[in-house]
């Protein structure tokens, strides 16, 4: 009976919240009416048989964390509606606030924050994105460790009175000769902690190499990566993880939106026809925006040994604003530059000059216009 109960209630289904966890799923439906039809808990190998039970089309919204883009991958292929959407657009359709978390209220609430119209989603990313991401992910984790490492060897130095230039040239160079010095004061024990110390720093560095060459391997068979990796600053780290970490660059619909996207428009904070501009959002992908900002700085550093359009301008900005507010607006810049390239297909060219529809063009332009 409960069989045929279900099977009536899933037709009338329209939206379904679904709030994920490692054991068991949490489930919020409604009707086209917007009212409750169920609220549940399943375990997390009865999800999928649930959801194919649902009307084609229906959608299912879940919370952007790990898993719910392997969810919303086979909910595509059941001809469901899957959606995802970032944590911090779900939180303000709780209605009863941070005193009332639970699973049934999150479910709800993103059942809720799913109805709104213009809600923004996270796009569905593909097993081969998220495998190239893997190794963004390690390469991240290596280099952490591999700055711990060095600075617990450089603390070790220390309790003996051996201190080394700051960079890691330096240590690196310095560590083989501090060992074999007799001289010092480090007892034997310490001589072998610093050693094993060195060997994990060998090891890291190793790990390090590893991830390099798959992201190198990356932006040389991709096509997309290989056009990214050609933007002046822009290196294979930052384009392989750009590509791998958007997907699809025609879901913007310009590249004002793709960078308000990665959080690198300033906050707004007008009222009563006053315009007051803040910091960038800080919005998106923290890992993504940190790399667009390094390669930035490094431009922003190296501007005044070119002589292209983009190094003028930027070169110009540092002057009015300082080199960090410069190195955010190259940031922007890029993201826009990006966009263009992945979605008109054209290849990076930093002498290139934009020009507004209707503008004449020069005959003999300063820069070479792109064909």
């Known amino acids: 009976m ?22 068991v799923i949490q ?34 919204a879940m919370e952007a964390c790990s898993g719910a883009h392997h969810w919303a991958r086979k909910l595509v292929v059941l001809g469901l509606d899957a959606r995802i959407i970032p944590g911090q657009l779900v939180s303000p359709y709780r209605l009863q606030g941070k005193t009332g978390k639970n699973d049934a209220n999150d479910a709800a609430a993103i059942c809720e924050a799913a109805s709104r119209p213009t809600m923004h989603y996270v796009p569905i990313k593909t097993t081969a ?35 080394v230039a700051q960079s890691t040239k330096a240590l690196r160079a310095a560590l083989s000769e501090v060992l074999e010095d007799g001289s010092n004061e480090m007892s034997g ?25 798959r992201i190198a391997a990356h932006v040389h ?16 780290v930052t384009a392989s993880a750009t590509v791998a970490t958007v997907g699809d660059f025609k879901q913007f619909k310009n590249g004002s939106q793709f960078g308000a996207w990665l959080g690198l428009t300033p906050k707004q904070n007008s009222s009563g026809g006053k315009n007051n501009l803040g910091a960038i959002t800080k919005r998106g992908d923290v890992y993504l925006r940190t790399l667009l900002i390094q390669a930035a700085r490094s431009m922003v550093l190296t501007a005044h040994m070119r002589n292209d359009p983009i190094s003028q301008w930027v070169s110009k900005l540092r002057e009015r604003s300082g080199w960090q507010k410069a190195a955010v607006a190259l940031a922007n810049k890029n993201a826009r530059i990006l966009w263009a390239v992945m979605t008109k297909g054209i290849a990076f060219d930093a002498r290139h000059v934009s020009v507004k529809p209707g503008v004449a063009i020069p005959v003999n332009p300063v820069v070479t216009l792109m064909t």
């Open 27 to 60: 489930v919020h439906a409604v009707d086209a009416a917007g009212k409750l039809v169920t609220n549940r808990s399943l375990p997390r190998d009865k999800f999928v048989e649930w959801c194919a039970q649902l009307p084609a089309g229906c959608m299912v």
């Open 221 to 236: 068979d991709d096509s997309q990566a290989h056009a990214a990796a050609q933007l002046l600053g822009v290196g294979p």
């Open 129 to 163: 994105q998220q495998g190239m991401l893997c190794i963004h992910r390690l390469r991240e984790g290596f280099k952490q460790e591999r700055t711990a490492c060095v600075n617990r060897i450089r603390g070790l130095l220390a309790e003996f009175g051996i201190v």
């Open 189 to 213: 024990l310490a001589r072998l902690s610093i050693e094993r110390a060195q060997e994990q720093w060998r090891e890291l560095d190793e790990h390090m190499d590893w991830c390099d060459k």
């Open 2 to 23: 409960s069989d045929v109960t279900d099977a009536r209630e899933h037709q009338h289904l329209v939206r379904v919240g679904a709030d994920l966890a490692k054991r």
